[in-house]
C-alpha cells in the first residue's frame, strides 16, 4: 500500500477513533515501519511486538504452548491467538496480528516450517468478531514480507471503511 493509502487509513481511523496494535512475524517489524512516517499515526498506533520466536509469542501475547505444538507457529490458529493477546498488553480497539514463512528456515534452526514458503496468515480482531485472512505469494523472502504488509493493510482498510 503506497503512503497516500496509508495516510487515508490512518485518517479513518483516527476520525473513528480506531486505537491499533499490531503483533509481527513473519513481517518482523516492516509494518509498524511503514506507519512511522505518516501523519497523525500517534493517535491510532499504541504499540506492536514482533514476536518471532515461540516463546515471544508464549510469554508476551500469551499463546498456548499447546496451540503452536498442535498448528505450528505459522498457522491461523497462533494468529488468532496473538491478535487475540494484543488486547491485554495494549487495549487497543483493533488488533492485528500476522504470521507465516517467508522462506525456509537455516540449516541450524531447530524450527521446521509446516506450511509452504509463500504462505501468510493475518488475523484482525475488531469490534469483538475475528477476521481470518491467508494467501501464499511469491517471491524472495523480502517480496513476501512486502506483499504480506500490504495485504494487511488492505484488510484493514476494507475493515474501517465498511
Excluded at 41 to 51: A, E, F, K, Q, R
Excluded at 83 to 100: D, E, H, N, Q, Y
Excluded at 112 to 125: A, D, E, Q, W, Y
Excluded at 150 to 159: A, G, L, P, R, Y
Aim: glycine share 6%; net charge negative.
Amino acid at each position: 500500500m503506497n503512503k497516500n493509502s496509508l495516510e487515508l487509513l490512518i485518517k479513518a481511523m483516527k476520525e473513528q477513533k480506531i486505537t491499533l496494535a499490531i503483533a509481527e512475524s513473519i513481517t518482523a517489524g516492516n509494518a509498524m515501519s511503514n506507519l512511522a512516517n505518516i501523519q497523525g499515526i500517534s493517535d491510532v498506533l499504541l504499540g506492536g511486538v514482533v514476536t518471532y520466536k515461540r516463546e515471544t509469542k508464549e510469554q508476551i501475547l500469551d499463546v498456548d504452548a499447546k496451540l503452536i505444538d498442535d498448528f505450528t507457529a505459522e498457522s491461523q490458529e497462533v494468529t488468532n491467538a496473538m491478535a487475540k493477546g494484543l488486547r491485554s498488553v495494549f487495549m487497543p480497539k483493533m488488533s492485528v496480528a500476522i504470521t507465516g514463512a517467508a522462506s525456509e528456515p537455516s540449516k541450524e534452526s531447530e524450527y521446521t516450517i509446516k506450511v509452504p514458503v509463500g504462505t501468510v496468515f493475518l488475523s484482525i480482531l475488531y469490534k469483538d468478531r475475528l477476521y481470518e485472512f491467508h494467501d501464499k505469494f511469491g517471491g524472495n523472502g523480502e517480496q513476501v514480507r512486502q506483499q504480506a504488509v500490504d495485504m494487511m493493510f488492505k484488510e484493514i482498510s476494507k475493515i474501517v471503511n465498511t
